[in-house]
C-alpha cells in the first residue's frame, strides 16, 4: 500500500490560484489510475479530475478549463486557476482502486 501526502491547500481569494501536491511514497508509476476528488460541508465525495493511463484525464464540468492535472512518477499535482468560492472543499488525491491523501483543506473567499 502506498502512502499519499498532501499539501498546496490553503485561504485564496475568488479569482486566485493554488496547485495542490499528493507526493507517494515508494512512486506512482505502477497505477494506471490517479485522481482528484473533493467534498465540501454536507455534500458528498465528488470527482474532479481523474487521470487513466492511455485514456488521458477528464474533469468534471465545474472546473473545465480552471484546474489541469499533471503527475510525474512520485506525485500527481491539481494546478487551480479562477478559482470560486464553491471550489470551497477538502480536496483529496487518489492513486489507484484504494489509495487516499489525508485530505487538503481549499477555502476561497468572495
Known amino acids: 500500500q502506498v502512502q499519499l501526502v498532501e499539501s498546496g491547500g490553503g485561504l485564496v481569494q475568488a479569482g486566485g490560484s493554488l496547485r495542490l501536491s499528493c507526493a507517494a511514497s515508494?512512486?506512482?508509476?505502477?497505477?494506471?489510475?490517479m485522481a482528484w476528488y473533493r467534498q465540501a460541508p454536507g455534500k458528498q465525495r465528488e470527482l474532479v479530475a481523474e487521470?487513466?493511463?492511455?485514456?488521458g484525464t477528464n474533469y468534471a464540468d465545474s472546473v473545465k478549463g480552471r484546474f489541469t492535472f499533471s503527475r510525474n512518477n512520485v506525485a500527481v499535482y491539481l494546478q487551480m486557476n479562477m478559482l470560486k468560492p464553491e471550489d470551497t472543499a477538502v480536496y483529496y488525491c487518489?492513486?489507484?482502486?484504494?489509495?487516499w491523501g489525508q485530505g487538503t483543506q481549499v477555502t476561497v473567499s468572495s
Open positions: 487518489k492513486i489507484g482502486a484504494g489509495n
Open positions: 515508494g512512486g506512482i508509476f505502477m497505477f494506471n489510475t
Open positions: 487521470y487513466i493511463s492511455g485514456r
